[in-house]
Structure formats: structure tokens, C-alpha cells
């Protein structure tokens, strides 16, 4: 298993801190490029469309659900709140080399999450 960078494991910390019940175990040693929805609905030709952007984030398996999600930290300065969200392709980015069995495949619908690559580093 590739070890995280600091980013993830103080990530890490702070959502172990905020939630002591759930064991959830970050599975890529880096942050990830995430699609992700916004909540708000965007135009789309004549009609509406759900929007959605792009975010940094954490991939983590949670244990008890069986499932990949992606972990999106909060920042008060920001006004973002902490997201954690189903992730359709967590399996493909799982680096632990360990077996982590997921139920079914996460339907691709509203709420959940997509990798779409590394997080550049500039």
C-alpha cells in the first residue's frame, strides 16, 4: 500500500475527529479530480439540467456500506461544508492492492460522485 501525503492523512484526521463511529479508509495516496453535483439546476438548451462541477477530493472505502465514496472537506473561510458522496468509479482508483467488495456498481444519478483524474500539481 502506497502511504497518503499529508493532505489526506490530516484530512483524514479531521473526519475521524468529526465522526468517531465510521471507520472509513482512504484508498489513493493523493487528492483526486471529482465531478460532483451542485445542488442547483443550470439551463440546458430549452429546459434544465442538474449542475455540477469539479472538485478536489479524497477517495475512501466505508467498511459497513461496502462502497467507494469521495470525500470533499469543508472550509468555514469558504462556506463550503464537508461532502461525502457514493462514488461511481472509486474501484478503479483503489491503490490499497487489498480486495474491497462492493455490492453493486453505483448507479450514476443525482448525489453521486465521478474520479476523473490526479489532482495536477502546480
Do not use: W
Not at 82 to 89: E, G, R, Y
Amino acid at each position: 500500500m502506497i502511504q497518503p501525503n499529508n493532505d489526506v492523512k490530516h484530512a483524514m484526521e479531521q473526519l475521524r475527529l468529526a465522526n468517531k463511529t465510521i471507520d472509513y479508509t482512504p484508498v489513493y495516496p493523493t487528492l483526486l479530480r471529482f465531478t460532483r453535483p451542485t445542488g442547483g439546476l443550470v439551463p440546458h438548451g430549452i429546459s434544465y439540467r442538474r449542475g455540477a462541477d469539479e472538485a478536489d477530493g479524497i477517495l475512501i472505502y466505508d467498511p459497513k456500506s461496502k462502497q467507494y465514496l469521495g470525500y470533499f472537506p469543508g472550509d468555514p473561510a469558504q462556506h463550503r461544508q464537508t461532502l461525502i458522496l457514493p462514488c461511481t468509479n472509486g474501484a478503479r482508483y483503489d491503490t490499497t492492492g487489498q480486495e474491497h467488495p462492493a455490492p453493486a456498481p453505483v448507479k450514476v444519478e443525482y448525489g453521486t460522485c465521478t474520479v476523473i483524474g490526479q489532482v495536477e500539481d502546480h
